[in-house]
C-alpha cells in the first residue's frame, strides 16, 4: 500500500471538481491540493453537456426572475437562501471562466451571448455552440494545469472514504494502471464524482456515472437528500441515450405523436405557434414533457422500433442554415451514431434519465453534516434544484458550489486538523475487503451483466417518470434480494493491472445502494411534485411534505427516511403555471 | 445481412504473458452497432477480462480511440456495418506503451499538453467587474476550431513522426498551443514558440497531414503545425536582423 497525505483531496475532475481544486489553490497557495479521479480529467460527464449556462447578464433581466424560474421550476422545494446565493455568484463565475479563455458565443459587437431555454422567462443561458460542457471542462483542465499546488491521482478508483473520530479523513483508492492501492490522508476532502444516471436502463449520462460519491458518502453515514427526484430528458435518443439537446427546441424543433401532431398542446403546455414562446409547448419544462411521453404511449398514439416506444422531434422546418448554424451538434450526433439525418428526416426521441437533483445533503457552503466531508455539483444537493432542475442551471452549480466548497474546505484544511493514528489500520482492511471479496475470492456465480440488468429493470419499473406504492414496495424487495445476490459476484479478471471487472463490479454496488436510497425515498413521499409522480398521490401535498427527505444508511442496511425543513426567503409556494 | 461478426481483438495482459496476442470473439452484428458496443457485448457476456476505456459513446469524451483494422478510430463512432467483410481487427493506439489489452499509457501526452501552456496567458489579469473581454464572431472563428480537441490521441496515433521521435511534442499539443495563440485575449504566443522551437520534431513534420486525416474533431492539427512553421521561420528570421526582437 502506498501512503499519501494532502490539505485538501476533491474527488472527481469535472466542472464542479476543478472549479473546487483552483479555489483552493487561489484561497491559500500553502494548502496541498489534489484531485483524484478514476479517469482523466477531460474524459469527466461534464464534457458531454451541450446547452449551456444559465447567468443574468443582460438588462431586462433580473437576479429575482432567475431565482424565481429556478424556485418555480423545481416546484418549492429548493431551498431559498442557496438559490438566492447561487443566482448573485452565477455571473461572476461565468465571467471568470470567460477570462480563462472559454470560447463562449459573441454578439456582432463582442459581448458575450445568451440564448433561451425551457422553463426560463427571459434569456439568460451562455452557451458555446452546442458543447457547452465541452468547452467549459477542457477551459477548467488546461486552466488548472497553471496552478503548481494542484496534484492530480489520474485513474485512480476511490473505495472508501477514511472516518474517525466523526471526521472525514481522506480515502482509499486504486490506482487503475497498477492496481496498487493508495491510501490518501487528507484535512478535508470534497466530493465531485457527479451523478448517478445508471443506475437506470435509458440515460444520457455516461458509463462512469455510477453515484460513486453518493454510495461512499452514504456508506461513511453522511446522509443523502431527496433521493426521488430524477430529471428525465424528453428527448434522448433510444438505443444510446444520446442527448438531443433542448436547443433543438429552443431553435424551434417540434415533438410529433405517430400522427404528426404537436400533442403537447393536449396537456396544458399552451398553444402550438409557428415561432417557439418561452415556458410554452416544447420549451416547457422537462417533467412535464416526459410526463406528456408517458400518457401519449398509453393512448398508443407513440412509435414502436426495436427499443421500445418512441416519438419524433422534427427540425426539418428549420432548413439546413440554421441546423447548422444554430444546431450543429444535434446534426452531427445524428449523422454519426443514429444514421440519420435531421435536415430529411426526424430523429426519434424519449424520455432519459438525464440528471440528478438529489445527492449528498450539504448546507450553503457545500459542507456535509460529516466534519471534513464537502460536495458540490450534481453529487450534491444544496439545494437549488429542488424536485426539478431549471435547465442550464447545473453546468453554473458546478462553478458557483464548486468554488464555495472549495474555499470552505480550504478554510477548514487550513487549522491542519491532525490525521488519527488508527487511519492506516482502517486503509489495510480495505486494501484485504478488495483482495477477499473480489481478486482472491473464491466461489460465486452471479455475472455482474445480469446483477445490472436487473436492477435497471427493477428501478425502470418502480421509480420512471410515474410511481405507485405497489410497485414501489416490491422494488424494494427485489433491490434487497439484488443485494445479497452480490455477494455471490465472482470476477474472471483476477489481476491487478488496470482490472476494468473489478471496477464494474465495485461501481455496481455502489449503484445498488443508490437505487436503494432512491426507491426508499420515493415510496415515503406520499405525494406528487416536479420530477417525483405519484399515481396514488397526484397532488402536491405542502401540509405533509414541503420538506427535504434524508436517506441515511440504517443497521440492517437499508435506508431510513427522515425530513428536514425547506428554507423559504421570499417566494412562498404557488402554481407551476407554464404556456399562458 | 450476416447474424455475426468476429472481432479479432490483441490481448496484452502484463502479469500472465510476455507478448500480446490476438484473441477472437464471435458477437451479434447489427446494423446501429459501433465497435464499441460489440466490444462491451464481449465484456458483458462471453469475456470480463477484456480490459478497454470508454465512457460517453458520443464522441466527446475522447476515451474510446483504438486501432481499427489498421486506422486509429474512435470506436464509438465506427459502424461494425462500415467496415469491409472478415473479421474487424481491434488493437490499441499505435505508438503508444500498452498499459493492457487495448489500454495504452497516455502520461506522455499529458505531460506535453502541460508545457505548450494551454491556458490564457496575460502580463495583466482584467478584473471581474469590468466584465468580459470583447471578442467578435470573427475574432473566435480565428481559434476556435483548434479548440475541438477532445485529446483522442488518434492523430499521435497517426503521425509518422511520433512514431520514430517520440519526444515530437505532437499534432494535438501544437493545435492547442495555436488555439491560444490565435485567441484574441492571449498575450502568450511568444512564450509559447519559445517552448515549442526547443523540439525539433516540429521541423521534421512533412505535411503529410494523417494527422488531420485522422482527426474525429475536423481540428486540423496539420494546419497548425504548418501556421507555427511559418511563425517561428519568421521569427527566427528576425532575430538575424540587426534591428531585429533579440
Redesign the interface.
Known sequence: MDLFSCDVLVVGGGGAGLRAAIAVAEADPKLRVAVISK??P????T??AEGGAAAVIKPGDSLDEHAYDTVSGGDWLCDQDAVEAFVREAP?EM??L????C????E?????AVRPFGGMKVERTWFAAD?TG??ML?TLF??S??YEPVRRY?ECFVTRLLVEEGRCQGVVAIEL?TGKVLAIAAGAVILCTGGCGKVFPFTTN???KNGDGMALAYRAGAPLKDMEFVQYHPTGLP??G?LITEAARAEGGWLLNKDGYRYLQDYDLGKPEPKPVLRSMELGPRDRLSQAFVKEQEKGRTLEGPYGHYVHLDVRHLGEKVIDRKIPFVRE?CL????IDPVKEMIPVRPVVHYMMGGVSTDTLGATPLRGLYAAGEVACVSINGANRLGSNSLTECLVFGARAGKAAAAFAAERPTASPSLLAQAQDEQRRLEERFLRKTGGKE???TLRSDMHETIEASAGIYRTESALREAAGRLQGLQERYADVS???R???????LT?ALELSFMLDVAQTIVHSALERRESRGSHQRRDHPRRDDEAFLKHSLARRGENGLPRIEYAPVTITRWPPGQRVYGR | MPETVTLAVARYRPEAESEPSVQSYEVPFRKDWVVLDALNYIKDRLDGSLSFRWSCRMGVCGSCGMTVNGQPRLTCASFLSSEPPGPIRVEPLRYFPVVRDLVVDITDFMRKLKQVKPWIVRREEKPLAEGEYRQTPDQLDAFKQFSMCINCLLCYSACPIYGLEPSFIGPAAIALAQRYNQDSRDEGSAERLEILSHHDGMWQCTFVGECTKACPKHVDPAGAIQQYKLTSAAHWFKTLLPWGDR
Open positions: 479517469v482523466y477531460m474524459r469527466s460527464h464534457v458531454s461572476e465571467l471568470r470567460e477570462h480563462w479563455g470560447p463562449w458565443n459573441r456582432p459587437d463582442g459581448h458575450v458543447k465541452f468547452h477542457h488546461q486552466t494545469l497553471k489520474d494502471a455516461a458509463n462512469i438505443f444510446t444520446i450526433l454519426k451514431y443514429m444514421n455475472r455482474i451483466a470476477l474472471e479478471d489481476s491487478y493491472t488496470f482490472n476494468t471487472e464494474a
